[in-house]
Structures are given as structure tokens and as C-alpha cells.
């Protein structure tokens, strides 16, 4: 019954978490994410603390990035195909973006999968291949750790520094699939929060202007490259390098 009752937590808390700030539709124009109630709920006290062999295994620097996230941002990501030449977060594709993940749900996320310790099986192994599907990553100032959800060989592993840790999370697999499908559903294509100068991560076109340079991007490469020689020429005897103050 208590599987039950967490898996009806997980999926309401889900239908609020993808926050798209106007996130564009199939179109391509702007429209607001659908938004539901979220139910009430509350971390067990007494997972009150991130599991000590979770805690000893990732270290200090990659713990406090999950405690003390300041922003969760969701992405969707598959094992990269071999010719694979797009977008990778650590080593694998990205192949959406999934949502910014409210506060209640990060505290669910955490108290459920890093404090429960019914959750995890430590020191046993499934026979079983890890498939990715989402990565949820932890943001605190400009560090940051990654956590990759799989299933169905229900599992969470932890990315710090180059370093990864695998945990075997078959008792929360309710939780685990009720977190992952309407995320994964509810995903949308990812560009590159660099294209767009964006503070945050989120690789959504957010005003006309980035939607603009996202169209301009997706022009064939030549007409891309040609475009921005051409621009660059043009403003080459503009800048204050080239100003002629006549001293």
C-alpha cells in the first residue's frame, strides 16, 4: 500500500515541475505550460539526511550541489549513437529538454531517492542493463551535479568531477517511472543555452529575438557560416579597437 500512496505523491508533484518559461509548441510559437494543482506533501522526518553511503561515495562538493540546488533543470538524454554529433551531457545525447523542476518536487525527489533508505539497495547488483532517460542536474551558483534516472533497469547515478556512481534503486522503480514518464512526455527540443547568451540552462528560445537566431541556425550550414562572414566583415571597422580619436 505505501508503494501505492508514493507513486499517487510522485505523479501529481510531476504534472507541476515543468516550468517551461514559454516554452515554444510544435509550431514554433510561444505558449504557456499546462499547470496542475500539486497535492500536499511531506518528506518523512525521518529522511532528514542524504543515505551516508551515497554521501561518502559522491563527496562533499557534489553532496552540497543536490542539497543546497538552487535551480533542478530536466533533460532527456539516450546513449550516444556511435555517429552521433549533436549536443552531449556527460557523454551522452541530449535530446530534449524536459522542464525546470519545483521546489517540492526536487524535496520529494530527494527525500524519496538519496534518504530513503528502503529505496536503495547498497551492495546488490540487478541483471540488468542501465538505460538512460532523463538527467536532472543540481545547480548551486556555476557548479553543479548530475543525476541520470534509468529504467526499466531502475537505477540513479551520480555525476561529479568526471566521476560517476551507480545505485541500485529497484525498490523505488513506482517512483522512479512515475518521475520519468510524463516528464519525458512532456519534453521539447533542446538548443543550446549558449546560442542564446542564457544565464540559466534551459536551451529554450524565450524572446523573438533568440527565436529568430535559432531559425537562423537551423539554415543549412553553409547559408550559417557564409551569414556570419558576412556580418563580421561588416562590423569589422566598427569596433572601439578601430576608432580613429586623431591623437
Known sequence: MKCFVQLAFACGLVLSSAAFAQAPDSNGSAAPAASAETPAWKPNPAHNKILDPIAQTIGQSAL?????????????????????????????????????????????????LFMNPNNVLFDVTEDCVIRPRIMLRFVRGVDSTDVLLSSPCHAFAIFYGGRVNA?????????????????????????????????????????????????????????????????????????????????
Open 64 to 112: 552540497q550541489n543536490i542539497t543546497d540546488a538552487e535551480q533542478v533543470f530536466c533533460y532527456q538524454i539516450t546513449t550516444k549513437p556511435d555517429n552521433y554529433t549533436g549536443y552531449t551531457l556527460d557523454g551522452m545525447a541530449v535530446v530534449g529538454f524536459c522542464g525546470v523542476i519545483n521546489p517540492e518536487l526536487k524535496t520529494m525527489i530527494s527525500s524519496e
Open 167 to 247: 545505485f541500485n534503486a529497484k525498490p523505488a522503480a513506482p517512483i522512479i517511472d512515475a518521475l520519468i514518464d510524463p516528464l519525458v512526455k512532456g519534453r521539447i527540443d533542446f538548443a543550446s543555452p549558449a546560442l542564446f547568451n542564457q544565464l540559466l540552462p534551459i536551451g529554450v528560445a524565450q524572446t523573438d529575438e533568440q527565436k529568430a537566431l535559432l531559425n537562423k541556425k537551423n539554415e543549412p550550414i553553409r547559408n550559417w557560416v557564409k551569414t556570419q562572414q558576412e556580418e563580421e566583415k561588416s562590423t569589422k571597422s566598427k569596433g572601439w579597437n578601430n576608432l580613429n580619436l586623431n591623437l
